[in-house]
Every structure is written in structure tokens, then in C-alpha cells.
């Protein structure tokens, strides 16, 4: 049974940096593409970030985008998202997710239900 765990969040001031991992076992981790969601209470499961199987696309939320970097080592089974210039509204419990869609199209990749696999989820808050 495959299974994703994440790590690295944390509380952190505005402006500040974060490192999540996302470790995977199994198979599935290097023959999938991979994605980052975030949820805060009250609110829906929200895309961030989405990653090709070998790495060569990436994709990004707007509201992420220049500031989040996805990425990830097929050979350690890890994916990683860099969070540079956090602000109060990243706040929210993160996820990753193994993407279980044939195909790839930016509606697939932003939808909760095109993954599968889903870790326990890592708390980041941004304190302003």
C-alpha cells in the first residue's frame, strides 16, 4: 500500500521560509505525478502546486506562484514545496497527494479528486 507522509511545517513569521517534504513508499511515488493542496478550517481543499512524474512541469496556484517552489527527487522517493515570502493567508494544514488521472489538464490537476493517496497533512502558520 502506497503512502505519502508529510513534514516541515511550522509556525513562522510573515516574510519568512518553509520547507515542506512529502516522503513517499511504494511504487506509486516515482511512476506518478504529484501535488500539493492546502486546507484552512472552514474552507476547501485548495491546489497549490502540481509536479510531472519526472520533474520537467511544474504548475502553481496563483496565489502561490513566485513565491512556492515545487520539486522532487524520484531517487529518495521525496517531494519538496520551498515557501519563500509566506504571508498570514498561507496559513493552512498541507497536503500531498499522488495524481490518479490518465491525462493532465489544468482542471485535473487543481481538483482534489484526481488524487489519491493523501498524507496526514502538515500545519504552517504564518503569523503577521
Known amino acids: 500500500q502506497a503512502q505519502l507522509v508529510e513534514s516541515g511545517g511550522g509556525l513562522v513569521q510573515a516574510g519568512g521560509s518553509l520547507r515542506l517534504s512529502c516522503a513517499g513508499s511504494g511504487s506509486i511515488f516515482s511512476t506518478s505525478a504529484l501535488g500539493w493542496f492546502r486546507q484552512s478550517p472552514g474552507q476547501e481543499r485548495e491546489f497549490v502546486a502540481h509536479?510531472?512524474?519526472?520533474?520537467?512541469?511544474?504548475y502553481y496556484a496563483n496565489s502561490v506562484k513566485g513565491r512556492f517552489t515545487i520539486s522532487r527527487d524520484n531517487a529518495d522517493n521525496t517531494m519538496y514545496l520551498q515557501m519563500n515570502s509566506l504571508k498570514p493567508e498561507d496559513t493552512a494544514v498541507y497536503y500531498c497527494?499522488?495524481?490518479?488521472?490518465?491525462?493532465?489538464?489544468?482542471?485535473?490537476?487543481?481538483?482534489?479528486?484526481?488524487?489519491?493517496?493523501w498524507g496526514q497533512g502538515t500545519q504552517v502558520t504564518v503569523s503577521s
Open positions: 509536479i510531472s512524474q519526472m520533474g520537467g512541469n511544474k
Open positions: 497527494a499522488a495524481y490518479a488521472q490518465q491525462a493532465s489538464s489544468l482542471r485535473s490537476r487543481a481538483s482534489p479528486n484526481s488524487y489519491r493517496y
